[in-house]
């Protein structure tokens, strides 16, 4: 397939951004923060965490308008929730706004009382952060089930998509929030615990991804060109090209990379989203006082790996129809 480079930023900024606020979810709805602090954070510093977040994901959003042809008809995509894993992106997409502006509204009301914090008392901060984690999560895997649920493409249609997607959204996630929390004074007390999650985030991620990369290299194409042409069980060979110029199924369908392209660019993402983070995670717990700059490294290196996989991802699915030609 061909690589869109607007589709590429968008599930890799997106997802980093959904992957932060499922994070964020999960703290506050494990910690309650009813004016307790987390870390060294407070509430406010959570808000704008959030609100970055926010900002990753519009950005994201935005740029997959640039795929549509037809940009201004993209509401309708939100009317085929019932059928379409598409709409069903958009629908959640919108609603994970839901949960997260109303704890910034929250936040905003307890601007005027820093030490008491009423607005977060109440029962509503927890049913907020898990709704947060659980729409964040469920968008994304509805992004990977768009390609998961596509047949024809059978390197998408394999069980590992999905777990690769929540893998790298929870993994950029982790490494932008530990970045983040260490630029505004994170307690030396707790990096420890957030280099443990972001280097198991890591290694988590890499066998995801290498389980999938091994089973789309070990699973043969379901059908041959005998098949396309309606000659099943022959031996079918090309002598002349279907068209005289290219077309939209060449140009889409027919995206091809050298094997030898792909497999330099498999170990330059692993370096980059699993071998760099480890190892900035491994500097940051024997070492707190670096752990804003080994953090931040971490989370360049980890969006940048989710990019070239995320390439990878597009230019390595062979589509069927491509047998035919």
């Known amino acids: 397939m061909h690589p869109a480079f607007s589709v590429i930023f968008f599930t890799t900024l997106s997802g980093a951004g959904y992957g932060l606020i499922a994070w964020i979810g999960a703290m506050l709805a494990w910690g309650h923060l009813q004016g307790a602090r987390l870390g060294g954070t407070t ?24 795929h549509l042809g037809q940009p201004r008809r993209a509401w309708r995509a939100f009317s085929q929730w019932r059928t379409s894993w598409l709409s069903r992106e958009g629908v959640l997409a919108l609603a994970s706004y839901v949960p997260v502006l109303a704890f910034l509204a929250l936040v905003a009301l307890d601007l005027d009382h820093p030490t008491t914090l009423p ?84 290694l988590a991620t890499a066998l995801v991804k290498l389980g999938y990369w091994r089973a789309i290299d070990r699973t043969p194409l379901a059908v041959d060109r005998g098949d396309a042409v309606g000659l099943s069980g022959r031996a079918v060979s090309v002598f002349e090209r279907p068209h005289t110029e290219s077309n ?46 080994a953090f931040a490294v971490a989370a360049l290196a980890a969006w940048l790996g989710a990019v070239v996989e995320r390439w990878l991802f597009f230019a390595q699915a062979r589509h069927l129809v491509t047998l035919y030609y």
């Open 43 to 66: 509430p406010l510093v959570f808000g704008a965490l959030l609100a970055f977040a926010l900002v990753l994901v519009t950005v994201g959003l935005l740029s997959s308008v640039g």
């Open 248 to 293: 939209y199924l060449l140009r889409e369908m027919g995206y091809v990379v050298a094997r030898r392209h792909a497999g330099r660019l498999r170990a330059i993402a692993l370096v980059l989203f699993a071998a760099v983070p480890l190892l900035a995670a491994v500097l940051a717990a024997l070492q707190p006082a670096a752990a804003a700059p």
């Open 119 to 202: 607005a977060l008392q109440g029962p509503w901060l927890p049913v907020l952060a898990i709704a947060m984690t659980a729409l964040a999560l469920a968008t994304v895997a509805c992004t990977a089930m768009i390609y998961a649920s596509l047949k024809p493409i059978p390197a998408w249609r394999q069980a590992l998509v999905v777990p690769a997607y929540l893998a790298f959204a929870l993994l950029t996630g982790a490494a932008l929030l530990a970045m983040l929390l260490a630029l505004v004074g994170l307690d030396a007390a707790a990096v420890p615990g957030y280099a443990l999650v972001l280097g198991a985030g890591a």
